[in-house]
């Protein structure tokens, strides 16, 4: 029940409740002083056990997506030269912390991707200023974010803000500001109260750890269901990289870019415009290739960092493939994590389209089918519905031919040229879609192009989460 049917019905119990009282006080003093006084004693104690169990059950549950990893949170490596710490604000929750503070060491060297949005927040412009910058020779780097409040379309105030909360970490660190990166997440339209941040940043320093890295990570969760983190180990020349990463998300999950907010570590030694190259060309078969709503965010950022504290030598040649597979590996996995921790989400979906006429094809036919509303109630109420598959190939635009493709569910041949398959069963597709994982893949008979992205099913708790979410 949601918070809003809990307060309608608690209104309507309290009626009830207060006539039986007055009813039974009535009776009760007709009896006499005695069985007057028993009554308003056992009133008393109905009206206070009524509202402990309102209490109790308007509560909201903590509830984990039954698609969340096994085995929570995981083990992330220590990486040199980075220091996490998180505190409690107050920016718009209670009792949780809400913002995360990371400290770089000097020299580090800082990549990042962002939301394409045409109405970007504050410190995603004010972060992709100061990439462009030339770096001082010798700084340290930090970067400071907060949950509850995307300081997004908040006008001059914005700024204003994104420059009291970067100046004041850049003042406690000793470090320029031109190199304290700024994220904020949560609600769109209200300025952002960077006081009670500014006011955290001695916690926020005094509590500056290599292994806070699990808490950065939970700082920055809004809906989200479970924090997320990944990473990887490859052996470079003279000793091993580490890389871990964190991010959060879980709607308004359809990135044009990375994703959400998502911090990504590593010792490497490499130059910054490397760095750069690697991240962009894995965003796209990566975070772009996720969807939960099909929304895109006004705050997502993707910052990758770079200590160069390895005992490695400078990433080149063969090390330099695999630190970009091991990177890949490590953006895949919080990317899926995130389609995971869908809002509402039951059902984790891999699309795979192959054989169609164009790259540009197959992702706005793979896109089609991840986002259409019709495709993933479907999903979450267990229909084999092929028939929506056809659907939303047919709306995206892309070239088709009705007698070349053919509808798969995971092994099952479901359509193929042009109509039903001759082998079709409805009762072995039917239990197919009662896996929590799902395969669906569109053979176009068209062409070369392939792409392979994830999404979720779209079900009722999605509209509780977002119906409620500003009370």
């Not at 960077?194 to 699990?214: E, F, T």
């Not at 490499?270 to 290739?289: C, E, G, W, Y």
Request: net charge neutral; charged share 20%; with cysteine.
């Amino acid at each position: 029940m949601t918070n809003a049917n809990w307060k309608d019905e608690a209104k309507k119990l309290k009626k009830q409740l207060k006539k039986a009282i007055a009813t039974l006080e009535s009776r009760a003093s007709d009896a006499g002083d005695t069985a007057g006084n028993i009554a308003s004693k056992a009133a008393d104690m109905a009206t206070a056990a009524y509202g402990a169990a309102v209490a109790v059950a308007a509560k909201p549950a903590k509830v984990v997506s039954p698609l969340a990893p096994e085995g929570g949170f995981p083990a992330l490596p220590e990486i040199r030269g980075v220091e996490f710490a998180a505190v409690e604000a107050g920016v718009r929750y209670r009792n949780r912390k809400d913002v995360m503070l990371v400290r770089l060491a000097a020299d580090t060297a800082v990549a990042g991707v962002f939301t394409r949005s045409s109405t970007r927040a504050a410190c995603v412009l004010d972060c992709q200023e100061k990439l462009a910058l030339k770096v001082p020779a010798g700084a340290g780097a930090a970067i400071i974010v907060n949950s509850g409040n995307a300081n997004a379309f908040t006008g001059a105030l914005g700024q204003a803000s994104v420059d009291e909360v970067t100046g004041g970490v850049a003042q406690a660190l000793g470090i320029p500001a031109s190199r304290v990166f700024s994220s904020s997440t949560g609600v769109i339209g209200e300025p952002l109260p960077h006081d009670r941040i500014v006011a955290k940043l001695p916690d926020l320093v005094a509590g500056l750890q290599g292994s806070a890295i699990d808490m950065a990570a939970q700082a920055i969760m809004t809906t989200d269901t479970f924090a997320k983190g990944a990473s990887a180990v490859i052996e470079g020349d003279g000793g091993p990289i580490h890389i871990a990463g964190i991010a959060k998300g879980s709607g308004m999950i359809a990135p044009d870019m990375a994703t959400m907010l998502v911090y990504i570590f590593t010792d490497a030694k490499i130059a910054p415009a490397m760095l750069q190259k690697m991240l962009s060309r894995n965003v796209d078969d990566t975070f772009n290739a996720i969807t939960v709503d099909s929304d895109t965010s006004t705050s997502d950022s993707l910052l990758l960092c770079a200590t160069g504290q390895s005992d490695a030598a400078a990433v080149k040649g063969a090390v330099a493939k695999a630190f970009e597979a091991a990177l890949k590996e490590v953006m895949l996995d919080l990317a899926k994590q995130v389609t995971r921790d869908g809002e509402g989400a039951t059902k984790f979906v891999e699309i795979n389209v192959t054989h169609a006429a164009s790259a540009q094809d197959a992702h706005r036919l793979a896109m089609a089918i991840a986002n259409s509303p019709l495709v993933k109630t479907a999903i979450a109420g267990q229909d084999p519905n092929w028939g929506r598959i056809v659907m939303a190939i047919g709306k995206s635009g892309a070239e088709a031919d009705r007698d070349k493709l053919s509808i798969r569910f995971g092994d099952l041949l479901l359509a193929e040229k042009g109509w039903r398959s001759p082998g079709y069963n409805e009762e072995a597709a039917a239990a197919y879609m009662k896996n929590d994982e799902l395969v669906i893949s569109v053979d176009m008979g068209l062409g070369r192009a392939s792409k392979t992205v994830w999404t979720c099913d779209l079900t009722h708790r999605y509209i509780d989460i977002n119906a409620d979410y500003r009370s």
